[in-house]
């Protein structure tokens, strides 16, 4: 890619009901990790790359995220609310689109963490995405070595990066992080109303338009308290690197 993404979205709508009772009374996003919320690790990921407006969704104790960014002034903040009805993955990126441009835009979940390896892997991302060949390029990692997470893959990629779902296979030796690099053309027939982004993968990787590449630092996906605790040990004991306030 000649020019580096300059918008990105962080999902934050989710109900965090695995990780009760620690969200009874606070958004899942807003959950701290050795210091700082996983919403603010994600933005500061994103910041890290010069990616200038971020869009995050909210539904569930929206107000509390609000009011946390409200001094945040990098990356810029737009929000897009699901008042109503929450849309999962795939139905709030459809619903934020206007807000993202016309170029390939990040992706970032709120429920992980990563440290970054040989380069920021956000860069990575943006380094390997060819638009003539790509509508979506997600960040994956080794399930042998991913850490809160006891699924059993979702992926296989080949020499060139093209992935593979796993659907009936016992296992496949990558998951899936989390953070991605999507154009708005991956949503061109998206249905309406909630609906996954697994459902948009799939449709790439029928036209061969769904690539990856393998993470090569720490990473740590939160769902449960006993996640949560776990990412504690590894990420607390990782020396923070950079101002850790908000960007304002």
């Known amino acids: 890619m000649t020019e580096c993404p300059t918008h990105g979205m962080v999902l934050a709508a989710g109900l965090g009901r695995r990780m009760r009772p620690i969200t009874d009374n606070l958004p899942k996003p807003l959950v701290p990790l050795a210091g700082k919320t996983l919403l603010d690790r994600a933005l500061d990921q994103l910041q890290a790359v010069n990616v200038s407006a971020a869009t995050v969704n909210l539904h ?51 429920d992980i963490a990563w440290e970054d390896g040989s380069h920021l892997a ?28 006891d699924g059993a893959g979702d992926y296989r990629y080949d020499d060139q990066g093209v992935l593979t779902r796993r659907r009936d296979d016992a296992t496949a030796p990558y998951v899936f992080c989390g953070v991605q690099l999507l154009h708005p053309r991956l949503f061109a027939d998206a249905p ?30 939160i ?26």
């Open 60 to 110: 569930y104790l929206g107000d509390m995220i609000e009011d946390h960014l409200a001094a945040r002034s990098k990356p810029r903040i737009t929000f897009s609310w699901e008042t109503d009805l929450l849309l999962e993955t795939g139905g709030g990126v459809a619903a934020a689109l206007m807000t993202l441009g016309n170029n390939p835009f990040y992706v970032v979940n709120a």
């Open 192 to 221: 309406a109303g909630p609906f996954s982004l697994t459902r948009l993968y799939d449709e790439a990787e029928v036209s061969g338009r769904l690539f990856g590449i393998v993470h090569d630092g720490a990473w740590h996906h």
């Open 223 to 248: 769902g449960t308290p006993a996640g949560l605790a776990e990412a504690e040990e590894i990420f607390g004991a990782i020396p923070t690197t950079g101002d850790d306030s908000n960007g304002g």
């Open 122 to 149: 956000l860069n990575r991302l943006a380094e390997f995405w060819r638009d003539d060949t790509m509508d979506a390029l997600l960040l994956l990692h080794p399930i042998a070595q991913a850490t809160g997470y």
